[in-house]
């Protein structure tokens, strides 16, 4: 049987765990779903599923040949509409991925726009609060914030942002400005999960990194709901500065202890390297990358 075709019925098998859902999704039947996995085993002289009666599980060998299965496909498949469509119109469907308050205010308008300047095409949107494995998940481009681990992803920077402190005028006006880290066991600290998940807080101040341990009176789990209590009031927050700089402009929040910000946090568009660039996924990296960079200069 051809190498490609086995990949492909493995990877079904493994994602759907299951030989039946896998022989429904691939269009095929459940006995050459079972002889495809039996040749591939054979041909590799090792086991790469686990079966029971009720369950299919990947082995330890089976998760690696995975990944580079998964790989090779989809740079097989990139090849071809690379070469069939090299001057078409992209077509077909694109997954992409952002934290949510960013996928909200700069990555959807350009989805939007991609969305409306290619008619063949559809978008699903995974606006997430965590990192997103592209690979395992399926995902063919992502935004994202902060350093990048070293990968095989293709990256390509298009600003940076910052993590600051803010509180509103009334509650700086009825308990104080912090002036340094120290300052803040004094105050009602609002922590947001989403942006910083220990509360432990580091600062950087003329070359020396600290961090600092703050007891939160509220902790919340999005970075919207930290937003709100701090418009409220309630206290001192730390965020991202594209959340918030709309409010430090309109005056309804202010940025407090700038001397103290650590370094900024660099932005980048992801996707999964490859020799080939499909239409789709080259499309829209072109347009959100241009659009981010511009967006980002304001920021």
Known sequence: MDKLHLMTVFVAVAEEEGFAAASRRLAMSPPAVTRAIAALEARLRVKLLNRSTRFVRVTEAGQRYLEDARRIIAEVEAADEATAGINAEPRGHLTVTAPVLFGKMFVMPSIVEYLQRYPGMDVSALFLDRVVNLLEEGVDVGVRIGELPDSS???????????????????????????????????????????????????????????????????????????????????????????????????????????????????????????????????????????????????
């Not at 965020?239 to 005056?251: A, I, N, P, R, T």
């Not at 910000?261 to 080939?276: D, G, K, Q």
Request: with cysteine; proline share 5%.
């Open 153 to 299: 992803m293709k990256a390509i920077r298009v600003g940076q942002i910052r993590r600051v402190l803010c509180a509103s005028p009334a509650y700086l006006e009825e308990h104080g400005v912090p002036a340094s880290p120290s300052d803040l066991g004094k105050h009602s600290i609002i922590a947001a999960t989403g942006v910083t998940p220990m509360v432990e807080w580091r600062f950087a101040h003329e070359g020396q990194n600290m961090a600092v341990k703050v007891k939160p009176r509220l902790t919340v789990s999005s970075n919207d709901a930290a937003i709100e209590a701090s418009l409220a009031g309630l206290g001192v927050s730390r965020l991202l500065s594209y959340q918030v700089d709309g409010h430090f402009e309109s005056g309804l929040l202010q940025r407090v202890m700038q001397t103290y910000e650590t370094v900024p946090l660099p932005i980048h568009v992801v996707h999964r390297e490859s020799r080939y660039a499909s239409t789709r996924v080259r499309s829209f990296v072109d347009l959100i990358v241009a659009q981010l960079r511009e967006k980002m200069v304001q920021h």
